[in-house]
């Protein structure tokens, strides 16, 4: 996204209620309940026959805020503006699935995310199909009338994986399946799902538009481009509404599991969009840099950036997310020991979890998003006991790269 279309979609929209002391920025609504002039105002709120908040579980002013500014960002039709990426994965899929039905992915995947699918949605009678999402054929053999939707991972982590996107969605669309995919690893204000078929998109807001890890968020972007008479599920609301899923969702599904985000972080999620592109710009060219770098250095076996020359993914990445995929990487060391050895030697680089922060964090992911996984599960999703996963911050690429070089000193 060019950089004043970005500035212009953002900044272009303000709050629908004039502040009565000029706030240049959407105040935090810290409430709950919102008074109504009279009884039958308030029913028709409650009733959804207007577009008045009634209880900030459901609806809060700096909330919808954020969402509305999502939507003018990406062209979506709806967003939904949840407490956690967590959140957002199941309730669309809680939205989507029903006893019976199935769910085709990848092994390739976050390790809660398996986790929901796999031990979750299995007690409601929902099948998980494992497949590769990189294989036509084989995604195809996978889908049925049961299928309520396909889950991808746009770059996954931390196998770093690259689905084509517009072969799967075209794939998936001929079976009148829905696309969802995770886009969390390369920002909205880059990539454009919607161009590539994805008709829901999942995004985990705590990353990259909080940047500074101060607030959990998730974010579920529908572009109303499915039609969802195609889905058993929502075929009964398919008329109430331009698309089923958003009327579901915002009726019933988030409605009953009450995991709506916070006014405090949608707060600070708005103020997180406006220097989310020049965050993602500087974190972006220093991954890539740093990448080249890592390359060169003995110790260091393997380096995965899909945004290097000899990446296995990398035509595949540079048409869906152009010269910059994203500020993460993966690089590979000698053995598990090793990795601890130079984790533990680290001076600038925080041995943390979380993505995208302003700082750049390490972790090494077998042994603790995929701790409790038997080492049977690892295998099978491609995790590695000598990998370590590094998200890139605002610091400089001289000065990340010199804190690796002093940390692999025997």
């Known amino acids: 996204m060019m950089e004043k279309d970005y500035e212009a979609k953002l900044m272009g929209l303000s709050y629908p209620k004039p502040d009565p002391y000029g706030s240049l920025s959407m105040p935090v609504y810290h409430t709950l309940a919102y008074e109504f002039a009279t009884a039958e105002e308030m029913e028709a709120a409650f009733c959804g026959c207007t577009a008045e908040h009634t209880y900030s579980r459901v609806t809060n002013p700096t909330v919808e805020y954020f969402e509305e500014r999502v939507k ?98 075209r794939v998936v669309h001929e079976k009148h399946v829905p696309l969802i995919a995770d886009t969390t690893i390369v920002p909205f204000t880059t990539f454009h799902a919607a161009d590539f078929g994805v008709d829901i998109e999942i995004v985990s807001s705590t990353k990259y538009i909080s940047g500074g890890g101060t607030g959990l968020g998730g974010l579920i972007i529908d572009y109303g481009r499915f039609d969802w008479n195609q889905s058993p599920r929502l075929r009964p609301v398919a008329g109430e509404s331009p698309s089923a899923f958003h009327y579901k969702l915002r009726r019933e599904i988030h409605r009953n599991l009450g995991a709506y985000m916070t006014p405090e972080v949608a707060y600070m999620q708005s103020l997180g969009l406006e220097t989310l592109l020049v965050r993602f710009e500087r974190q972006a060219v220093t991954s890539k840099e740093l990448a080249k770098r890592l390359q060169s250095v003995p110790e260091i076996e393997s380096v995965s950036y899909t945004g290097l020359g000899d990446n296995p993914f ?39 979890t979380n993505l995208f922060d302003n700082r750049s964090l390490i972790i090494h992911p077998a042994s603790t998003i995929y701790g409790s996984f038997t080492p049977a599960q690892r295998v099978e999703m491609d995790v590695r006991e000598n990998t370590i996963r590094l998200s890139v911050g605002l610091e400089s690429a001289d000065a990340l790269f010199e804190d690796i070089c002093q940390a692999l000193k025997s």
């Open 314 to 352: 990398f035509e595949v990445s540079r048409r869906q997310f152009g010269d910059y995929p994203g500020a993460m990487l993966t690089f590979g060391m000698a053995s598990k020991e090793r990795c601890y050895v130079f984790l533990n030697k680290l001076k600038l680089i925080r041995r943390a």
């Open 72 to 169: 003018a960002i990406t062209g979506a039709y709806g967003v939904t503006a949840l407490n956690s990426g967590m959140a957002a994965i199941s309730n669309t899929f809680l939205t989507l699935a029903w006893n019976g039905s199935n769910i085709v992915t990848s092994r390739h995947l976050f390790g809660n995310t398996y986790s929901f699918f796999v031990n979750t949605l299995s007690a409601f009678g929902v099948e998980v199909r494992f497949c590769d999402l990189t294989d036509p054929a084989d995604v195809a053999a996978h889908l049925d009338a049961n299928s309520c939707g396909v889950f991808v991972e746009v770059i996954t982590n931390p196998q770093m994986e690259v689905a084509d996107l517009t072969m799967l969605s």
